[in-house]
């Protein structure tokens, strides 16, 4: 069974960093497109970004520059490196791997204020 776990969220100030990691198991993830998505409060799930089984990457315009995505697919995980956050940026962060189907982690959660 597919098994993604998220870590990494936490309390940061404006233009503060973290790293986002999610792990999975149960699965290869070698030749899967993998991402994140965000949903801040009152709003819908939104696309952060995507990194390819070729490494190829894609981002949402508000976090082009600021995160990066990046996968270990030896130890089966991919990161989210974000750095100069904004308050807009608060939001709770899920990780997906596409196989079969989409397959989604439980969230982790990021708070952006001073």
């Known amino acids: 069974q597919v098994h993604l776990v998220e870590s990494g969220g936490g309390f940061v100030q404006p233009g503060g960093s973290l790293r986002l990691s999610c792990a999975a198991s149960g699965t290869i993830i070698s030749g899967s497109a993998m991402g994140w998505y965000r949903q801040a409060p009152g709003q819908r799930r939104a696309h952060v970004a995507t990194i390819f089984s070729n490494g190829r990457t894609q981002y949402t315009d508000s976090v082009q520059g600021r995160f990066t995505v990046s996968r270990d697919n030896s130890k089966n995980i991919m990161t989210l490196q974000m750095q100069s956050l904004n308050p807009e940026d608060t939001a709770v962060y899920y990780c997906?791997?596409?196989?079969?189907?989409?397959?989604w982690g439980q969230g982790t959660r990021v708070t952006v204020s001073s």
């Open positions: 997906y791997v596409d196989l079969d189907h989409s397959y």
